[in-house]
């Protein structure tokens, strides 16, 4: 079974705070992906990463930062928060040519954060 | 561009009666759908996929390329089917375009 791990399933932050969230995938997955979900706004991207060390914007990367110094992690890094970054994040994972599992994404089970 | 409209916010239906979640979709190439599916609590996860045209938990969904739309179905809804669906259309590079979700409440 495909396990994607984000650190955090909570977290509470102050407006102007650096903030760091962590997921980590077992699957060796060579794609991996940051969302924002908001009620009535849908699974929105921010970032993906197709490969180590590489990086590519999604809809709404203003604000947010990514980081893939490994294969198995992808961090999303918010520089000064805001509370507008109130949100719940979602991290996935996929493989582009694993037969009949290609192009499936495989989802965290969120960082909901609260920017105060 | 790529764009998923799932024209419902919501959709409330009653214990054994028919379902069907709406999704259209625009993309000039050829698509790849998606259906997740969120129930309370834990995590987006597949429901199913166009390619695999299989029945899941009594769920199916079929491609129609002439009205752009790869609308979820069931027969008989049951409360478990209480849940926050999406559609999803993968194109060329592996990235997933994702509709705005329906909330589907079945009652009993």
């Known amino acids: 079974d495909v396990k994607v791990t984000q650190s955090s399933r909570y977290l509470v932050k102050r407006t102007g705070e650096k903030v760091f969230l962590e997921c980590v995938q077992d699957?060796?997955?060579?794609?991996m992906f940051w969302y924002r979900q908001d009620p009535g706004l849908g699974l929105r991207l921010i970032y993906f990463?197709?490969?180590?060390?590489?990086?590519e914007k999604g809809d709404i990367p203003e604000g947010y930062s990514v980081s893939r110094e490994k294969k198995e992690r992808f961090s999303l890094i918010l520089e000064s928060a805001s509370t507008n970054q109130t949100s719940m994040y979602l991290c996935a994972s996929n493989s582009p040519g694993r037969g009949i599992a290609k192009n499936i994404q495989y989802f965290g089970a969120g960082t909901r954060l609260s920017v105060l | 561009a790529q764009r998923v409209t799932q024209p419902e916010k919501l959709l409330s239906v009653f214990k054994g009666a028919p379902v069907e979640l709406k999704c259209n979709y625009s993309y000039s190439g050829s698509p790849e759908l998606f259906w997740y599916v969120q129930y309370s609590r834990q995590r987006l996860q597949l429901l199913l996929r166009h390619i695999s045209r299989e029945s899941i938990k009594g769920f199916t969904a079929d491609l129609n390329k002439g009205e752009t739309s790869f609308h979820l179905k069931k027969p008989f809804a049951q409360e478990e089917d209480s849940a926050m669906y999406y559609c999803?259309?993968?194109?060329?590079?592996?990235?997933?375009?994702f509709g705005k979700g329906t909330l589907l409440t079945v009652n009993p």
């Open positions: 990463s197709y490969d180590v060390k590489m990086k």
């Open positions: 699957m060796d997955h060579e794609n």
């Open positions: 999803a259309l993968g194109g060329s590079n592996y990235k997933l375009t």
